[in-house]
């Protein structure tokens, strides 16, 4: 097993956050944060302040003091925009208990790059990295970064100059976005990271009464972003906080924030702006966990994603892998008699339920659907989003009983056809999951017919499987209602 903690010393908030990875799997352990604001005044006087940074330098002591205390040895320090920036940077820098590597313009922006492309499906457009001090682009082409910028437009600074005259930030904001033309040519899709746009994706979802499953893969819309800036500019800074999704310690900057987000989606013609909870310190980590690639990106995020939290929990990978591929062998054979409709997504979705569905086995065999249910609403999927992520985890909530349903908790995320899909899903799996009943493998695969009214669902083994047929059997009446025929077992 091994741990990495990086410290991110940013221009409003300091965060340390301890990685462990172990046996094909990683995951955040930890974390620490402290809104320290050391950004402050930065603009008027170019330096930071005494009084931030004797309140950061004690922060970063206690990151030290952390670290040293639960055997931490791989500590990654990094200081971005202010510190920086600031005349006064290098003192800081001296008086830290962390060694600390200040990042250059183009090193702060590569890293929330990798953060976002090992986070998220984007391949063509552009990654938007707000922090308290600084924003970055970066155009993405083939999942590469082919160009990135960086300009002083942080929500600290922007609100620190422009207070709440949002119109003559937006104008600011358009200005620089339109001396840099390669953003509006680098496509529509945007992926945004930082806590400022995580706060404002929660606040959308919020507003629009969706379940509170965390924002990862969260598309907020210039139209949502436009009614949340309306109704945090027609209150005192000192209320921001009090709307749902914001937390109070932004609460003074995040109608800056806003306006900046919603100057990009309009300058760079994005269709709005893809979340992702991912940020510099996954960047970070990223470099180092997939080294020796150039660059160091998850050849399928969605996969990786899938396989890492099952992972995690210690699922027998021979009959999971077995589950997804009777799944999906049915799946592709149904859907060629014309049974469904065969989309590449679903099928998709069938295979990370399959791969997902006992991992809450490593709380308990009893109720381990609900269980493995809970884990993947919790546990987050970067490259899905929260329609999928919903599906996934109701297609396995119902692989061992049940009639599928989507609940009326999560029903709001969902859209017109996404029951039936549910009622495919878990059918599939729920059959796959009977005939590998034994976790034998006996059952090599299966092949179906139909033939008036009736598929035939032939078990390839060589020799007798009564378990493999007496549990498919049973679900005779799913199959019926999730595909419209008669199930035989032969």
Known sequence: MTRTAVADL????????????????????DEIYEAVRIGAGLAETGEL?????????????????????????DVIAVATSAIRDARNGPQFVERAALPVRVLSREEEARYGYLAAINSS?????????????????????????????????????????????IDALRAHVMQAIDAAPWVRASGDRLVGIGGTVRN??????????????????????????????????????????????????????????????????????????DVTEAGLREGIFFERHLAPADPPLFADVRRASVENLAAQYGVDPAHTDHVAHLSLQMFDALADLGLHPGDPMERELVWAAAMLHDVGMAIDYDDHHKHSRYLILNGALPGFDPRELVLISEMVRYHRKGTPSISSELAPVTREGDQRILERGATLLRLA?????????????????????????????????????????????????AFGQALRIA
């Open 10 to 29: 940013g221009s409003n908030s300091f965060r340390l956050v301890v990685f462990t990875a172990q046996d094909g799997w990683w995951k955040r352990t």
């Open 49 to 73: 302040s005494a009084e931030r940074m004797e309140r950061a330098w004690s922060v970063v002591e206690v990151f030290d003091h952390f670290c040293r205390a639960t055997g931490i040895d």
């Open 121 to 165: 499906t984007l391949r063509h457009g552009a990654v938007l990295d707000l922090g308290g001090g600084s924003m970055q682009l970066v155009a993405v082409d083939d999942r590469r970064a082919a160009q990135l910028e960086s300009w002083p437009l942080g929500a600290v600074r922007m609100t620190e100059r422009f207070g709440d005259d």
């Open 200 to 273: 404002l994706a929660a606040a959308a979802a919020a507003a629009a009464e969706l379940p509170s499953i965390g924002v990862q893969g969260f598309h907020l819309t210039p139209d949502a972003l436009d009614d949340l800036i309306a109704r945090l500019a027609a209150l005192p800074a000192g209320e921001r906080g009090r709307v749902g999704g914001i937390k109070p310690a932004r609460a003074d900057i995040i109608l800056a924030g806003a306006t900046v987000v919603r100057a990009v989606i309009e300058a760079g013609g994005f269709d709005g702006v």
């Open 433 to 481: 999951e009977g005939i590998e009943r034994a976790r034998d493998q006996i059952v090599r695969g299966t092949t179906v017919a139909a033939t008036d009214g009736t598929v035939t669902l032939t078990l390839q083994a060589d020799e007798d499987v009564p378990v493999a047929r007496w549990a498919a059997e049973r679900e005779r009446d799913l199959f019926q209602r």
